[in-house]
């Protein structure tokens, strides 16, 4: 099974030579790929420093086209499973091949990663999980499926998904929608109890006020992608 961990990286100088660290001690049978989109600082400089396997986006592409830049590497070269992983340091890749095997035996297509299955490790912020409530209640109302994390960044694709992904991924916020999108080609999702750690680095890109955006915007995203079926 040919396995490969995507990256995606703004700005995450001081966290991701510990992210491939913890990839390379825990998860020994995948490769990995650094998604750099346009950094500031000096995530590609390190990434060049160290000798890591880094995709330099020419042009900022926000999180989606950084994750579909991903998806369609791991579809180009022939990889069975893709995962995304945050650069941050929040995803611990312990869980990746236990991850994989779940997903082999089960005939899933994608899996996410749930810290609220279990409920335990870091659970976000109060205002955070009303919005990830809203949006699994929506998402639920609309296919039927219950997805406890949709807002999750730890998700792992089979072959199938990573060709949808990497000819059609949301450009913004893309977790809810590019969900629905998988549901509504009846593709089978599924979830995985993680635990997941506060962020150590850096600053999230969704502040409070931007958050306002992040829910009209999401919950249009999902109502028109579910018109689509």
């Known amino acids: 099974m040919k396995s490969l961990v995507i990256i995606p990286a703004y700005n995450e100088e001081k966290s991701i030579l510990k992210t491939v660290n913890d990839i390379k001690e825990h998860a020994k049978s995948f490769d990995y790929v650094i998604v750099n989109d346009c950094s500031m600082d000096k995530t590609l400089e390190l990434c060049r420093e160290h000798g890591l396997c880094v995709l330099n986006l020419p042009v900022n592409l926000g999180i989606g086209g950084a994750v579909q830049t991903g998806y369609l590497y791991a579809y180009k070269n022939g990889y069975d499973y893709a995962v995304q992983f945050d650069g941050d340091g929040q995803h611990d890749a312990s869980y990746l091949e236990k991850m994989r095997d779940y997903m082999k035996d089960r005939d899933v297509d994608l899996l996410i990663g749930s810290r609220f299955l279990e409920k335990e490790g870091f659970q ?106």
Request: net charge positive; with cysteine; glycine share 6%.
């Open 124 to 229: 976000s912020s109060g205002l955070r999980r009303f919005g990830i409530r809203y949006f699994s209640h929506l998402i639920k109302l609309l296919t039927g499926v219950r997805i406890t994390d949709p807002t999750s960044g730890m998700r792992m694709a089979n072959r199938s998904v990573m060709e949808i992904y990497a000819n059609c991924y949301p450009k913004d916020y893309p977790e809810p929608e590019s969900a629905v999108a998988i549901l509504n080609v009846g593709k089978k999702i599924e979830e995985y109890p993680v635990k997941m750690r506060e962020r150590e680095e850096g600053v999230s890109s969704i502040s409070p006020i931007r958050s306002v955006y992040y829910m009209i915007k999401v919950t249009l995203a999902i109502l028109v992608e579910a018109l689509r079926k």
